[in-house]
């Protein structure tokens, strides 16, 4: 099958029985959902653009497993080259949406468990990477979104999965057929899962011999019997309700989380990729974390070049661009912005193949990167909210702007330089409030802190595989200390 086009992608998600509930009530047409609707149009913009000469060799790959062409989403990295490009395409689509365009977790558990089901089967005997291999093929063949799931609901954060007090606060093998297994519980913060047509189920930590049963993953379509999802709530998330373009800040684009519920699921055994082989689970976290950990070094950029371009045109419009504070503001976020892919772009240049063939990224340089994004795109908001002033938050709503009473008044008093609309100035400051206190706000602030791992995290990492002890041998051989 050829690539999809954007309205083949969105037609193809029309026809999935999805159960989505928001609010409350059952969504019947996940797809036509105005609060819902943005976030679909953010994963259509990975179909459009590989659709598009220019943005052919970001965008896509020559499968050397099916010898076609296909979406890099659905890729396996071959090279630091291909791991380079996967940071490129981010920053173009974080650029292009302004907001989370929901693929990458599904590429990076693609990634992660490619290698980690090679190295399961040469220990122990199984045959996941065969399994996964024929999915991934499947996947690349019909041009599919897929979704990773990784995050457990956790219960007692202090206790391992099988002695929290429910045992669904992880997801586990509830039952084992001669046909399959099947699964209970929960997966949080799943973005984009509504977006997709197949979800990869991973474990989310490190696993001891009694967790045999939390060891689990595997991929079934979203729509499969007993998955469930509740959408999250995002600040100012009803404005898209109410039939104003400029009062959404980003119209188009947007992203969505839900929890995932799996109630009693049955997973066939070709579709198993892991199955109570406990030491083998933080090899796998470990990986799909260092792959997530890199995309922030893309995505987050792009969305922050949008946000300082924001900024820039806001002092424009507010009069105040050839100020030198503002001037240095706007360089310390290109500054903080440029660090961030600097940091992705190295962890990819960096990179190694696994036993199985592929590439993953260098995992120390990796975590420096996240840890880094941890920071920053809290820094560059601040700054934009700085240069963009408090009529951020203040102006009256789009209905007070059209109306022929409040309407000319507002253009009045709310205008800024001669030259610029008061609607044109208005429609900037609100973008600005989209992505550093709206819906967009999930994705560039809260995510950045909290997603692929939370600092603490990366700061584990760091320390496991800064090599102190190296650093040590150096600094003694330098000051001729024998031991």
Known sequence: MALMTG????????????????????VESPVDDPILRPSLNSVRMTYDLAQMPE???????????????VNRFTHI?????????????????????????????????????????????????????????????????????????????????????????????????????????????????????????????????????DDKDYAVSFAVPVDTKGIYMIIGRQSCDTRKREGSEMDVGNAEFGGVEALTVFDDVFVPNERIFLNGETEFAGMMVERFAGYHRQSYGGCKVGVGDVLIGAAAVAADYNGCAKASHIKDKLIEMTHLNETLYCCGIACSAEGHPTESGNYIIDLLLANVCKQNVTRFPYEIVRLAEDIAGGLMVTAPSEADFRDPKLGPVIDKYLKGVAGVSTENRLRILRLIENLSLGTAAVGYRTESMHGAGSPQAQRIMIARQGNLQHKKELAKALAHIKE
């Open 7 to 26: 309205e083949q992608y969105i037609e193809s998600i029309r026809k999935l029985n999805m159960q989505v509930y928001m609010f409350g009530k059952k």
């Open 55 to 69: 943005y052919e060799d970001l965008m896509t790959a020559i499968s050397p497993y099916t010898g076609q062409r």
């Open 77 to 209: 990295h071959q090279s630091t080259g291909d791991l380079i490009k996967k940071v490129k395409m981010q920053r173009l689509l974080g650029q292009k949406t302004a907001a989370c365009f929901q693929r990458c977790v599904g590429m990076d558990a693609f990634n992660a468990v490619f290698s980690t089901t090679y190295e399961t089967d040469q220990k122990c005997g199984t045959h996941y990477h065969e399994n996964f291999r024929k999915f991934m093929t499947y996947v690349q063949e019909n041009d599919l979104t897929v979704d990773g799931a990784m995050t457990d609901v956790k219960g007692d954060r202090s206790k391992a999965p099988h002695a929290q007090e429910d045992p669904d606060l992880f997801l586990h093998v509830v039952e084992h057929r001669e046909d399959g297994i099947v699964v209970r519980g929960a997966k949080a913060h799943q973005t984009g899962i509504l977006n997709s047509h197949e979800v990869i189920v991973m474990p989310t930590i490190s696993m001891g011999p």
